[in-house]
């Protein structure tokens, strides 16, 4: 039993440094706000918020242009995508896209864009 | 009739406090008929989460939007079969699901195990009662699915992707998984307040766990075809919180599954079994939690969830109870047995536990590495499919290899010599398969040739093993082959079931390294009368075609697919336009060929009012087999599921009840 706890939490621990070490910490998430706030400019990092203005433009060939706002919050940030739109997405709808600030705008990577589910991820009641 | 459903969740509520309670001290103080009434209180609740349950159904098929939860879920148009998507489709629903399957898994469970485990069951019952006044506790209190409201003339109706057959199937099977984990873990449980250190506990659950896993990972891929056709990106499985709530319990239980024949026939792994079994019950409330908590799509939406708090509670309070109780028993649970040889069957499955548990606590910290992160350091850091792929490859590659390893290996241990003898096939079988794969072009995808190999030492060393056991079998009994495989699986249905669903995990392998390794996708954009290649076939877009459906506006591009100069057919993939939702959704077009298992998947991403469309097609070898994998995983499940009168004899004498009662 001690060996077995022993070599599980060694396994572990020598995989977790190797990952660590081979790809770093991950993509940061943020909100819009924080964002323009901590100008994160060029370094690839995963926006959510909810969608709002009118989509324009097209994502299979000059990109989708839309605006995404806090979910709670004002601050709004424009962004552009290409690649495939889940159905879900509209305005209104809280999603996240990964991609990177480039001069205001933050520019989404091909194909990052997912939608949040709204029947899963129910807001909080306003009857109860 | 909103106060007969509260009224029934109330009196659930008392009855499981009673359960609890009068069945703790009756198992204390020894007291048989207060035991009994306990028991009888637990049978009961049952009964009121049925009553609970058909309120809610018949406000459903009323159409009573007095009822809030109604209003919310559904509609007049909603047809009458979905009303049952809705029914545990939303929040209040689901735990009145919850607690409906608890407190008939509770029922059944101690019913069928009064007899021959009294003992047992009389501490079994207030473990029950314990989880059931948590979700009646917070039906009654905190979440309530008998709101009313003064009623508006129709619902919000139900999200048009769950209005499908997949839909109605998936969340009950996923939940008759999770639920179902509460048995083991209650008798688990049950067994250290009995103060039994001995396995009567295991082989009272076995099926319990063994159906309880079989329904998560069946439904799991009912989820996972699911998100293939309707969804349409062209994948199956995205590593998404939600995703890996399921999964993670069912990586735990595959573990229990294997160390509780190591405890067994050996009486080691004791305190292990324990944990695991604890492990799992969390990791399904775990999962319940994250699917419904939204804590992972926005952790500000944690504070406001009024279910999340009390969730979290609830888990605490049981990784405390399970490990102090666990503690406390710790005399009872050490074992003199020693591990005689890292060479043997009870290594393997050591091996195989540590590999499973290894890979789900790294799912785990995957899917918190959020808060995490954002606790830590302040800055909310998430990882995603590069790092889930990462420990697929490093845990899921040796446990494919250890499928086909460890069956071959004796129980204690294995010489040389006759590991030599029973790897010969599959080492050889598997080395030239590994050979001709790379001849032909495989070696692209490392991790994807180093699959296949070890996928064909399984199957091989599954076939050795069934050929084995058959000519063993004739050689005993002179029966002829068929009759001797027959009554070989019959004798052994634990084993043999055991085996079929390695080949189907096999499949699966196969199906996955085939479709995420070996895909091809190409993107254009095309006029009426132009093609575009992949890979040998040719996708010619003829025409557009318009309909008007009766909720929606239907666009379908044609596709002529042709591969070389023989026709395959015609592909239909466009978007449908719910005026009435707001929604549009995408109508993905599969072409699959049974034969080789491939699928050309093709999206239309892009009407333009010209007729121009932008396609996205995909090749995807093999994955075909991952349904087919889902087949054979249910058969093999049976088959060890499958009563045994045989081993309920044996069972009996072991433990020393009649078993014509078992």
Same mark, same amino acid.
């Given at each position: 039993m001690r060996l077995a706890l022993a070599l599980s939490i060694a396994a572990l621990l020598a995989v977790f440094l190797l990952y660590t070490s081979i790809a770093g910490g991950g993509t940061p998430s943020l909100r819009p706000s924080q964002l323009l706030a901590n100008g994160h400019d060029g370094n690839r990092v995963t926006l959510s918020g909810k969608v709002v203005g009118h989509p324009t433009g097209n994502p299979g060939e000059g990109g989708l242009h839309f605006r995404m706002r806090d979910v709670n919050g004002t601050a709004t940030v424009a962004v552009v995508y290409r690649g495939t739109v889940p159905d879900?997405?509209?305005?209104?709808r809280d999603i996240s896209v990964d991609g990177r600030l480039r001069n205001g705008v933050f520019v989404g990577v091909k194909n990052t864009l997912v939608t949040k589910c709204p029947s899963k991820y129910s807001p909080k009641k306003s009857t109860s | 009739m909103a106060e007969l459903g509260r009224a029934a969740l109330v009196i659930c509520l008392g009855l499981s406090v009673y359960a609890a309670a009068a069945g703790a001290y009756a198992a204390y103080r020894g007291r048989r008929r207060l035991s009994l009434s306990a028991r009888n209180a637990l049978i009961a609740s049952f009964v009121a989460a049925v009553v609970a349950v058909l309120v809610l159904v018949a406000a459903f098929l009323r159409n009573d939007f007095g009822f809030t939860y109604v209003a919310e879920h559904s509609s007049r148009r909603l047809p009458a079969l979905y009303t049952f998507s809705a029914l545990w489709g939303g929040q209040e629903g689901s735990l009145l699901f919850w607690l409906l399957i608890l407190t008939g898994f509770a029922a059944a469970a101690v019913l069928l195990n009064r007899r021959s485990a009294p003992d047992l069951v009389a501490w079994v019952v207030p473990v029950l009662g314990g989880v059931a006044i948590f979700f009646s506790f917070m039906l009654v209190a905190?979440?309530?699915?008998?709101d009313t409201q003064? *009623?508006?003339?129709?619902g919000a109706g139900l999200n048009p992707s769950l209005q499908n057959l997949h839909m109605l199937i998936h969340p009950v099977l996923l939940y008759l998984g999770y639920v179902g984990l509460t048995i083991p873990f209650a008798f688990g449980m049950g067994s250290l307040l009995a103060k039994r250190g001995d396995e009567r506990w295991i082989v009272a659950t076995r099926r319990w766990t063994l159906a309880a896993w079989g329904f998560l990972g069946i439904g799991q891929l009912i989820g996972a075809h699911w998100a293939y056709v309707e969804?349409?990106? +062209? +994948?199956?499985? *995205?590593?998404?919180p939600v995703e890996n709530a399921a999964f993670m319990p069912w990586l735990v239980s595959t573990a229990f599954l294997h160390s509780v024949m190591v405890q067994e026939k050996k009486g080691m792994l004791r305190i292990w079994n324990m944990l695991l079994v604890a492990g799992g019950f969390v990791l399904a409330l775990f999962g319940t939690f994250l699917t419904r908590s939204g804590i992972l799509s926005s952790i500000h939406s944690f504070t406001e969830s009024p279910l999340g708090g009390w969730f979290l509670g609830f888990i605490a309070i049981v990784i405390a109870f399970s490990l102090a109780l666990i503690f406390l028993r710790l005399p009872l649970l050490?074992?003199?047995?020693?591990?005689?040889?890292? *060479?043997?069957r009870e290594a393997s499955f050591l091996y195989n536990n540590l590999l499973l548990v290894a890979f789900s606590l790294t799912i785990l910290w995957g899917v918190l590495y959020p808060i995490l992160s954002e606790a830590v350091t302040g800055q909310r850091n998430h990882v995603s499919g590069p790092y889930y792929n990462f420990f697929l490859h490093v845990f899921g590659l040796p446990l494919l290899l250890l499928m086909g390893i460890g069956p071959l290996l004796a129980w204690r241990k294995t010489s040389l010599r006759t590991l030599a003898r029973t790897w010969a096939w599959p080492a050889a079988v598997s080395l030239v398969v590994g050979a001709i794969l790379l001849a032909l +072009? *495989? +070696?692209?995808?490392i991790p994807g040739l180093i699959a296949y190999t070890f996928s064909a030492f399984v199957i091989v060393s599954i076939v050795v093993e069934f050929v084995r056991g058959t000519r063993a079998r004739k050689a005993v009994a002179g029966e002829s082959w068929p009759t001797a495989f027959s009554s070989l699986v019959a004798r052994n249905r634990r084993r043999y079931g055991g085996y079929v669903i390695h080949a189907a995990i096999v499949l699966l392998a196969i199906g996955i390294a085939g479709s995420s390794a070996y895909d091809t996708t190409r993107e254009a954009k095309l006029r009426p009368g132009q093609s575009m290649e992949i890979r040998g076939y040719t996708l010619t877009y003829r025409r557009l075609v318009q309909r008007e459906s009766e909720n929606a506006r239907e666009v379908r591009a044609l596709v002529d697919v042709r591969r070389g100069t023989s026709s395959e057919g015609t592909l239909s993939a466009g978007k449908n336009n719910y005026p009435v939702e707001r929604q549009v959704s995408n109508e993905v077009a599969i072409r699959s060929n049974l034969v080789t298992g491939e699928d050309v998947y093709l999206i239309a991403q892009q009407v333009e009012t010209d007729g121009t469309v932008f396609f996205k097609a995909e090749v995807l070898p093999l994955v075909n087999l991952i349904w087919l994998a889902g087949f054979i995983f249910i058969g093999g499940t049976l088959i060890a599921l499958w009563p045994d009168a045989r081993e309920s004899r044996r069972l009996a004498d072991r433990y020393g009840y009649a078993a014509a009662r078992a």
């Open positions: 879900m997405f509209r305005t209104g | 905190v979440s309530s699915p008998f003064p *009623a508006p003339v129709d969804v349409g990106w +062209g +994948g199956y499985y *995205a590593w998404d050490r074992t003199k047995t020693k591990l005689d040889s890292l *060479a043997s +072009g *495989a +070696g692209s995808s």
